[in-house]
């Protein structure tokens, strides 16, 4: 099973600023087959990135991703208030599909 | 619009069972992988299950293996879980969700609002 360790566990920003979550896998994530989400309190999670670095329908550009193997980011320019949030990573390219712990992003 | 509805979810008591449905709507169901993924209260998320559009092939998280299975009716555009030897580790929000491949070899596309099982003597 591949484990996803994301850092940091929570990050204390203001809208407008700009972030970078990091995404570490403990073995090779085949074919790039990461993908990141967020989810907000009461709400299911929403896909942002799929493939490592394609955006998913409707987000904005805002978000950005990269990573190739063991190690993804996820960068966010110019938070807006609706971004503050958790964000998961998740893998797909081996069973069981597995999912990082969260980054929770917390306005300051 | 593309929409995932859950249903099934209750309080039920250790070693029991439980059956899941998830009603899908404005897209073609039968053309499309499927999943269940769940969430502990206040934990992260966990996969659980996939099938695929014709429901020929399905795959389970190490948890639940032997315990749950996931169907489909393609005739109903429903999705299934049925959950048994259920233990109180299984508690959980459960969602289904969307694969865009109809393999269920991608990320997850469009989700449901999830149904809460609860399992408690």
């Known amino acids: 099973e591949i484990v996803l360790t994301q850092s940091p566990g929570t990050l204390s920003l203001s809208p407008g600023e700009r972030v970078t979550l990091s995404c570490r896998a403990s073995h090779h994530v085949n074919n790039n087959y990461l993908a990141w989400y967020n989810q907000k309190p009461g709400q299911a999670p929403r896909l942002l990135i799929f493939?490592?670095?394609t955006r998913a329908t409707g987000i904005p550009d805002r978000f950005s991703a990269y990573g190739s193997g063991t190690d993804f980011t996820l960068t966010i320019n110019r938070l807006e208030p609706e971004d503050f949030a958790v964000y998961y990573c998740h893998q797909y390219g081996s069973s069981p599909r597995t999912f990082g712990q969260g980054t929770k992003l917390e306005i300051k | 619009q593309v929409e995932l509805v859950e249903s099934g979810g209750g309080v039920v008591q250790p070693a029991r069972s439980l059956r899941l449905s998830c009603a899908a709507s404005g897209f073609t169901f039968s053309s499309f992988g499927m999943h269940w993924v769940r969430q502990a209260p206040g934990k992260g998320l966990e996969w659980v299950a996939v099938i695929s559009y014709d429901g020929s092939n399905v795959d389970y998280g190490d948890s639940v293996k032997g315990r749950f299975v996931i169907s489909r009716d393609n005739s109903k555009d429903t999705l299934y879980l049925q959950m048994t030897s259920l233990r109180p580790e299984d508690t959980a929000i459960y969602y289904c969700?969307?694969?865009?491949?109809?393999?269920?070899?991608?990320?997850?596309?469009?989700w449901g609002q999830g149904t809460m099982v609860t399992v408690s003597s």
């Open positions: 493939a490592a670095s």
């Open positions: 969700a969307k694969d865009p491949g109809p393999y269920g070899t991608y990320a997850f596309d469009v």
